[in-house]
């Protein structure tokens, strides 16, 4: 059977319900958990004339509530649903927040990595141990669709444009359908010392105390700065991560797989973009004279905590680390130790490169729902319990996640943190990780590319040419 063909298929069974054709059923038509009998039979669910009950392919959509109908084996907890996240006290919050509506229904809760997700679902969906519901980084959008794994969002399509970021919907869609929900999107930003920064102003190192605007002001404050016997650095970064060297090429013009991240073909590292990015990266060697190796997240993160660097680029991830540092107590293993007086710190969108406007990848997480499971309408409703504000603010609050709402107001705390609307900045000068299953190939090319011209194993032009060749080599084996 095609590939194509087998699409058209499993798209068809997740529109259809698999609940029993006869007899009636014990459904539920609201969030107060108020139940009321309704049957399968098309003459006994109201029609969408008068805008009760909609038979939506086999499955109930309720008007009044907004919602799919779930299916009787899942509503008394006959059927469990099996839950997939990388995260198991998130996992849990998304349980215990739908129970709270249906309390009968089951949930199996199984760590699995947002990675690994979907060849996972590969091998275990046809075969009925897969996940109803599982989440997945963004670029595996294609594999997944390649895949045939993800199901359609159906009548809950509209809430989801209601509520989350536009630009984060865009991961989901496909020919106009929603195929997921963006949840939480994160982007890298520069994160600054402003007790370094005031020191460094008063001692005569810098002509302000404000951060730096352009990435030369950073050079310049370096050459005063650094001191390498001590392991002492103006900034750091992990400079293996293609991820977050991306904007250094898109600063100099670079668009990966085109203005729309979609051709496969466009790969785009033989342009002068690539070469001018390369070359300003090569450049800042110097400045963090480590090799790419080295640079870790301990040497990265874990160092700025200590209070000896100005300037940090990584993403929210870092968060809980930097803030133990300001605060002056880090915590390991539930043990907390003094480390220091502690500092003031700001997060702030990336600095210009020598002039130009970097733009760096939006990550997105996306929940999707089973193209395999037996239960349409109770796993899309999962999938929507995990953009709830109740979800939602765990994410935050507990997990130092971004949720991707439009109104920040919806989660308590949020539109006040200035650190997330720093993120928020600067995802305005970000897009979307590419989805098409080529985006992992260059995350291979991109990451060897870079830190053979950091280590100095390669000049830009013979490390671009590498990487070119490399990729079409990729794209020819399908590895």
């Given at each position: 059977m095609s590939k194509k063909i087998r699409m058209i298929l499993l798209a068809a069974a997740l529109c259809t319900s698999l609940v029993g054709c006869g007899g009636s059923e014990s459904t539920s038509t609201g969030s107060d958990n108020t139940q009321e009998t309704t049957s399968t039979g098309t003459e006994e669910v109201a029609s969408s004339e008068n805008e009760k009950f909609i038979d939506d392919g086999g499955i109930t959509w309720d008007v009044e509530n907004q919602m799919y109908v779930l299916e009787e084996d899942v509503l008394n907890g006959t059927a469990p649903l099996k839950l997939w996240v990388d995260n198991e006290g998130f996992g849990e919050e998304i349980a215990k927040n739908f129970q709270a509506k249906y309390p009968n229904v089951k949930i199996e809760v199984q760590v699995v990595a947002t990675g690994d997700a979907v060849n996972k679902m590969s091998l275990e969906g046809e075969a009925g141990t897969g996940a109803d519901v599982f989440l997945i980084n963004s670029d595996a959008m294609g594999s997944a669709m390649?895949?045939?794994?993800?199901?359609?969002?159906?009548?809950?399509?509209?809430?989801?444009?209601?509520?989350?970021?536009?630009s984060t919907v865009s991961t989901v869609e496909i020919d106009g359908e929603l195929y997921g929900?963006?949840?939480?999107?994160?982007?890298?930003?520069?994160?600054?010392?402003?007790?370094l920064l005031e020191q460094a102003y008063a001692d005569g190192l810098v002509d302000s105390a404000e951060p730096a605007t352009d990435f030369n002001e950073i050079i310049e404050l370096a050459k005063q700065y650094n001191d390498e016997a001590?392991?002492?650095?103006?900034?750091?970064?992990?400079?293996?991560?293609?991820?977050?060297?991306?904007?250094?090429?898109?600063?100099?013009?670079?668009?990966?797989?085109?203005?729309?991240?979609?051709?496969?073909?466009?790969?785009?590292?033989?342009?002068?973009?690539?070469l001018n990015g390369l070359k300003y990266y090569q450049s800042l060697r110097p400045i963090w004279n480590v090799n790419s190796a080295d640079a870790s997240w301990d040497a990265t993160v874990v160092e700025f905590q200590k209070g000896t660097t100005p300037?940090?680029?990584?993403?929210?991830?870092?968060?809980?680390?930097?803030?133990?540092?300001?605060?002056?107590?880090?915590?390991?293993?539930?043990?907390?130790?003094?480390?220091?007086?502690?500092?003031?710190?700001?997060?702030?969108?990336?600095?210009?490169v020598d002039g130009n406007q970097p733009y760096t990848f939006s990550g997105v997480q996306i929940a999707c729902v089973s193209s395999y499971t037996k239960y349409p309408a109770a796993a899309r409703a999962l999938v929507m319990e995990v953009i709830s504000n109740e979800t939602l603010e765990y994410a935050y609050k507990d997990m130092g996640k971004v949720p991707a709402v439009q109104d920040t107001t919806q989660?308590?705390?949020?539109?006040?943190?200035?650190?997330?609307?720093?993120?928020?900045?600067?995802?305005?000068?970000?897009?979307?990780?590419?989805?098409?299953?080529?985006?992992?190939?260059?995350?291979?090319?991109?990451?060897?590319?870079?830190?053979?011209?950091?280590?100095?194993?390669?000049?830009?032009?013979d490390a671009m040419a590498k990487a070119m060749k490399d990729y079409a080599d990729l794209r020819a084996t399908g590895q």
């Amino acid at each position: 059977m095609s590939k194509k063909i087998r699409m058209i298929l499993l798209a068809a069974a997740l529109c259809t319900s698999l609940v029993g054709c006869g007899g009636s059923e014990s459904t539920s038509t609201g969030s107060d958990n108020t139940q009321e009998t309704t049957s399968t039979g098309t003459e006994e669910v109201a029609s969408s004339e008068n805008e009760k009950f909609i038979d939506d392919g086999g499955i109930t959509w309720d008007v009044e509530n907004q919602m799919y109908v779930l299916e009787e084996d899942v509503l008394n907890g006959t059927a469990p649903l099996k839950l997939w996240v990388d995260n198991e006290g998130f996992g849990e919050e998304i349980a215990k927040n739908f129970q709270a509506k249906y309390p009968n229904v089951k949930i199996e809760v199984q760590v699995v990595a947002t990675g690994d997700a979907v060849n996972k679902m590969s091998l275990e969906g046809e075969a009925g141990t897969g996940a109803d519901v599982f989440l997945i980084n963004s670029d595996a959008m294609g594999s997944a669709m390649n895949a045939s794994v993800i199901g359609m969002m159906g009548r809950y399509s509209d809430i989801i444009r209601e509520k989350m970021l536009e630009s984060t919907v865009s991961t989901v869609e496909i020919d106009g359908e929603l195929y997921g929900v963006p949840y939480l999107t994160e982007s890298i930003a520069m994160i600054y010392n402003k007790t370094l920064l005031e020191q460094a102003y008063a001692d005569g190192l810098v002509d302000s105390a404000e951060p730096a605007t352009d990435f030369n002001e950073i050079i310049e404050l370096a050459k005063q700065y650094n001191d390498e016997a001590t392991n002492k650095w103006a900034i750091r970064w992990q400079t293996n991560d293609s991820y977050v060297n991306e904007f250094f090429l898109t600063s100099f013009g670079y668009e990966l797989f085109g203005p729309d991240g979609t051709d496969p073909e466009a790969i785009n590292l033989d342009t002068d973009a690539v070469l001018n990015g390369l070359k300003y990266y090569q450049s800042l060697r110097p400045i963090w004279n480590v090799n790419s190796a080295d640079a870790s997240w301990d040497a990265t993160v874990v160092e700025f905590q200590k209070g000896t660097t100005p300037y940090l680029i990584s993403g929210p991830w870092a968060i809980e680390t930097v803030e133990e540092g300001a605060d002056g107590v880090v915590t390991a293993d539930d043990v907390e130790t003094v480390v220091g007086e502690g500092y003031e710190y700001g997060v702030m969108p990336l600095p210009m490169v020598d002039g130009n406007q970097p733009y760096t990848f939006s990550g997105v997480q996306i929940a999707c729902v089973s193209s395999y499971t037996k239960y349409p309408a109770a796993a899309r409703a999962l999938v929507m319990e995990v953009i709830s504000n109740e979800t939602l603010e765990y994410a935050y609050k507990d997990m130092g996640k971004v949720p991707a709402v439009q109104d920040t107001t919806q989660i308590e705390g949020l539109a006040e943190d200035a650190n997330v609307q720093a993120f928020l900045k600067q995802a305005e000068f970000s897009y979307p990780m590419p989805s098409i299953p080529e985006v992992s190939y260059f995350w291979t090319v991109a990451k060897d590319m870079e830190c053979s011209v950091w280590d100095g194993t390669s000049t830009p032009e013979d490390a671009m040419a590498k990487a070119m060749k490399d990729y079409a080599d990729l794209r020819a084996t399908g590895q």
